[in-house]
């Protein structure tokens, strides 16, 4: 009788840890590209056993990872940078929490938090095994959302102040786009650096006065809606009290952009980073001319491909990560969804005039 009690305790201990040790893996995926609420399921076919690791392997697990408009696009097939096949699993950046691992314990333990760097690997899942290389360790007192958000946007507001013009204390930006996740990013490193930002946004109906105010909490000093741009009363308030713009960032396109390069200074420099009006960028002859303007264009995911290898990267996410924890750079206000619930989660995502960031979750 003591014997098979023995036995049964036994077998309940490997059968509770083996249970444990056993996790499903759900997926966002598509086997097509097109419209995301009709093309992605949720798959649950594979399942991860953590006794299985290899060496240098990483098991971890969702914590949170923002639907973006890079996300929409590639889903719609309409990106410079596509999954290699399909199906695939979608979903850029996001953070996640170690669950196991083969790796030294210096270099991660179960409950941290990390962000994976592999550009091709979809984050849109509950469970996944990555290699200890192919993860950057954060701190988990930066709260979820301002992790789950990091790598993309604060990232990019970053290398666009501080790698096309040389921007002194004082000197001027303007940006369309101001309520978006960069443009509240360049807001707060602006305020940051002491540089003046113009940010420029879509009027509405409806909630105006309540964005200002959000942007205005953020740091945001100048806030006008794209007609402003056309008024000639902005020369005599606005140019008259701060210099003219030396950089303009533009995620817009269309007569938002040609409005923006006509209050430019001379010499500056616009840099296009996203095209949300899908309309083409149309430099204004005169302004070209006369002004001297530069027109460039910036591309994270390729800055990150040609720095993957060295420090650069860490070390502008540790100088983020800082300004998160002094309190000066905050995550834009985020909506959660569960995985399962992803059909609501990207239609939400899509929907204009939305100030809030989707986040995928597991629970
Ligand atoms: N090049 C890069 O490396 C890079 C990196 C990050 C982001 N991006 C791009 O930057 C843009 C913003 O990204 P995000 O994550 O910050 O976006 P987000 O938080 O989703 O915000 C979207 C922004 O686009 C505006 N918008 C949407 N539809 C528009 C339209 N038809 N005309 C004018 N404005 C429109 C929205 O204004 P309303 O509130 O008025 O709708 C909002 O300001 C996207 O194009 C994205 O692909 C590029």
New binding site residues.
Partial sequence: MRFSLVLFKRFQTIFHTRLASSYVVQELQADQYGVPSEVLKLNETTSIDASQLKPNDVLIKLLASPI???DI?MIEGKYALLPSSLPATFGNEGVFQVVDHRASDEQVRPGDWVLPKILDWGKWRSYGIVSINDLIKIPSDIGVESAATLS??PC?AYRLLKDFVTLEKGDTIIQN???????QAVIQLGKLWNINVVSI??N?EQGMNELVDYLKSLGAEHVYVEEDLRKETLRKTLWSTIPRPKLGLN??GGR?TSDLLRVLDKSATLVT??????QPVTVPTAEFIFNDLNCRG????RWKAENYKGSQFAQMLYELIDSIRRNELKA?QCEKFLLSDYKAAVEQAQK????T?VLLTVE
């Fill in positions: 973006n408009p890079a696009n993309v946007n990019t786009g101001g309520n978006s996740g960069v443009g946004i879509r509405r995620c817009v938002a980073y996203g095209g949300m009006s899908k910036f591309w994270m995911s834009p204009p005039l939305n100030t960031k």
